[in-house]
């Protein structure tokens, strides 16, 4: 059983970073493929971000270059850092712990609350 409590999310202009974490429980944290998604008011929930075990990333062509996730497991923790934001940007983001690496969502067995990002023009 893992559990997942995100934070970092606020109201910001266009054009500003933003930081999101999200703080896992369980002694297995470092096996897990942790992912990022977002989902804006009207729209299906998409992939952003995703970190495997071993600590490769991949990305949404959306945010590549832009986001970057990382992971530290002595703090059963994972990142999202987020740059330039832009106001399509602005949605929940949630991170999920999986046994599988994947653009899916459900691929992805544990799920944060979820924190609102809003990125004003």
């Known amino acids: 059983q893992v559990q997942l409590v995100e934070s970092g999310g606020g109201l910001v202009q266009a054009g500003v970073s933003l930081r999101l974490s999200c703080a896992a429980s369980?002694?297995?944290?470092?096996?897990?493929?942790m992912g990022w998604f977002r989902q804006a008011p009207g729209k299906e929930r998409e992939f952003v971000a995703g970190?495997?075990?071993?600590?490769?990333?991949y990305y949404a062509d959306s945010v590549k270059g832009r986001f970057t996730a990382s992971r530290d497991n002595a703090k059963n923790t994972v990142y999202l850092q987020m740059n330039s934001l832009k106001p399509e940007d602005t949605a929940v983001y949630s991170c999920?712990?999986?046994?599988?690496?994947?653009?899916?969502?459900?691929?992805?067995?544990?799920w944060g609350q979820g924190t609102q990002v809003t990125v004003s023009s």
């Open positions: 999920a712990a999986g046994s599988i690496a994947s653009v899916t969502y459900t691929s992805y067995r544990y």
């Open positions: 369980g002694r297995t944290f470092s096996s897990y493929n």
């Open positions: 970190i495997r075990s071993g600590g490769s990333t």
